[in-house]
């Protein structure tokens, strides 16, 4: 089945140790995007990438950096996790994103999410 | 950008029909109107979307009156397993984004 998958599930780094998420879709879709999910909280969006363009949400913390290497794949990048990042990190496709005003073209489909452990 | 409020939880029983409310005043012309649900430890999974008046698939309904200011997502006869996050989204039609509401807890008692 065509999906998204997050690698790994589970991620233990320690203060201030660079790591990074892994996604992978097989959907063909141009856009995708990174939330950050914390404990009780809605998902918040980090960036997206719509095909090769990427567009970073202004109150995104510089430590997070992304990349598209083609259209399969895209990464998450904390240069210096703090214990605040800890966090579900979720990886999202569209078609087209909100450009799409057909039906369905904006749906977005989710990853089972990376949750992030920071000792 | 168009925000979305929705009521913070809602209780109800299994077998009964549940109706969750979301209101957006500031929905734009190309505007889609979509609803996840999300389990946790899970990502947000899609239940239904719609643009206008009435949309019916096997899981849900959605109804969206003519102004488009809201949209109120229908779970008939509600089992345990409906216990989670529903959240509305409204995306923008200009920069592919998506901003996620404070969602609404469904907690359904036996």
């Known amino acids: 089945d065509a999906m998204v998958i997050q690698n790994p599930r589970y991620q233990v780094t320690q203060f201030g140790k660079p790591v990074t998420l892994s996604c992978s879709q097989t959907?063909?879709?141009?856009?995708m995007y990174w939330y950050q999910q914390k404990s009780s909280q809605a998902p918040k969006l980090l960036f997206h990438?719509?095909?090769?363009?990427?567009?970073n949400e202004a109150d995104t913390p510089d430590n997070f950096q992304s990349r598209r290497p083609n259209t399969s794949f895209c990464f998450l990048d904390i240069r210096s996790p703090g214990l605040g990042d800890a966090a579900m990190y979720l990886c999202?496709?569209?078609?087209?994103?909100?450009?799409?005003?057909?039906?369905?073209?904006?749906?977005?489909?989710f990853g089972a999410g990376s949750r992030l452990t920071v000792l | 950008l168009a925000k979305t409020t929705q009521p913070i939880s809602m209780d109800s029983y299994e077998g009964q029909e549940v109706n969750i409310t979301c209101s957006h005043n500031?929905?734009?012309?190309?505007?889609?109107i979509t609803w996840y649900q999300q389990f946790p430890s899970q990502g947000p999974r899609f239940i239904i979307q719609?643009?206008?008046t009435k949309v019916t698939n096997e899981v849900a309904s959605l109804f969206i009156p003519a102004d488009r200011k809201s949209s109120t997502l229908s779970l008939p006869r509600v089992s345990l397993s409906d216990t989670a996050v529903y959240y509305c989204?409204?995306?923008?039609?200009?920069?592919?984004?998506?901003?996620f509401g404070s969602g609404t807890k469904l907690n359904v008692k036996p």
């Open positions: 959907l063909n879709h141009n856009v």
């Open positions: 999202a496709t569209s078609r087209e994103g909100g450009r799409g005003y057909l039906s369905g073209a904006n749906v977005l489909t």
């Open positions: 719609g643009y206008k």
């Open positions: 989204l409204v995306g923008d039609a200009n920069f592919n984004k998506f901003y």
């Open positions: 990438y719509y095909d090769k363009d990427f567009n």
């Open positions: 500031n929905i734009a012309t190309n505007d889609y």
